[in-house]
């Protein structure tokens, strides 16, 4: 049911740069939470009528879980430790999206997932879909970008995606022979590096990182951010997302000496309901 997402060629600051648009997948099930839960939506399983997962208000992993339970008939109970007054009256982004296609909401300030009594009739996904599962539908991208660079003549390439979890990037890497480079958003290159172990203790070349010297707490809002965010969108009409993008596009632009003989495609992860709430926040802040 997802098939192939295009990939378009854009130019940004005097250099020719491919895009993978996987935000284009599927009308609701896109981006890379679209290929990390590929395998669910492919596969049948009888005995589990519920996915339980957990983590932020406002996670895209929460809002693509109540489609995929959407799309099998299944029920979707997702512990957040915390929901905002204001957020519960004026619902908005992922967590309006997510309730409407019939998300259990269970507030719980001690949920930790090691103690969690997973029944049979579960299937339980870890914060953001970092799940080995997930090399399932990224086997599938790597294939689709191959394939692609193939039909024409690239010869180099380089892979590029900002990391959360690092999971999209870990499992691309481990299915294709470009080198994919990454930076981290959440946490720093030891974060990264522990969670790439953490799924693939023994994979022989890891994803490349790239760090910025500014340490960037995640959800925060930075004007460098919401500027390449603007200036992406004005030059290419590509909406991008803007957890994620704006520091990946920061970092490849200032690396990009470092791939003068290389193709790059930069792979567009979706995300981009998350921006009905992010959006607004960056332009209270910043355009007023
Ligand atoms: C979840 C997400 C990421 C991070 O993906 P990981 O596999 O956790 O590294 C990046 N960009 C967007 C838009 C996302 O939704």
């Not at 895009?19 to 009888?46: T, W």
């Not at 879980?65 to 008939?73: I, N, P, R």
């Not at 180099?156 to 022979?177: C, E, H, M, R, V």
Request: proline content about 3%; some cysteine.
């Amino acid at each position: 049911m997802l098939k192939n997402s295009p990939i378009q060629k854009i130019n940004f600051k005097d250099r020719d740069i491919y895009i993978k648009r996987d935000d284009l997948l599927h009308k609701d099930f896109s981006g890379n939470k679209a290929r990390k839960f590929h395998y669910f939506l492919e596969n049948d399983f009888p005995e589990i009528d519920t996915i339980v997962s957990y983590g932020s208000n406002q996670s895209n992993a929460m809002y693509s879980l109540s489609v995929l339970a959407k799309l099998k008939k299944w029920n979707f109970k997702y512990f957040t430790n915390h929901i905002p007054s204001f957020l519960k009256e004026h619902p908005n982004g992922n967590y309006k999206y997510a309730l409407k296609n019939n998300m259990e909401l269970i507030v719980d300030l001690n949920f930790d997932k090691a103690n969690y009594q997973k029944k049979e009739n579960e299937l339980f996904i870890d914060e953001g879909g970092a799940i080995s599962k997930a090399s399932f539908g990224l086997q599938i991208l790597a294939e689709e970008i191959n394939t692609w660079k193939n039909k024409n003549n690239i010869k180099y390439l380089k892979i590029f995606l900002p990391s959360g979890t690092g999971t999209t990037a870990l499992f691309l890497q481990k299915f294709t022979n470009d080198e994919v480079i990454t930076c981290p958003c959440v946490g720093d290159r030891e974060y990264l590096m522990k969670q790439f172990k953490e799924l693939e203790p023994n994979l022989k070349t890891y994803p490349r990182i790239l760090e910025t010297t500014k340490k960037y707490h995640f959800g925060k809002l930075y004007l460098e951010n919401f500027e390449i965010w603007k200036k992406l969108k004005n030059a290419t009409d590509i909406e991008f997302d803007l957890l994620y993008d704006p520091i990946g596009w920061n970092i490849l632009l200032k690396n990009l000496d470092k791939f003068l003989e290389t193709d790059i495609l930069y792979i567009h992860q979706g995300g981009l309901i998350g921006n009905k709430t992010m959006l607004p926040r960056y332009e209270r802040k910043f355009d007023s």
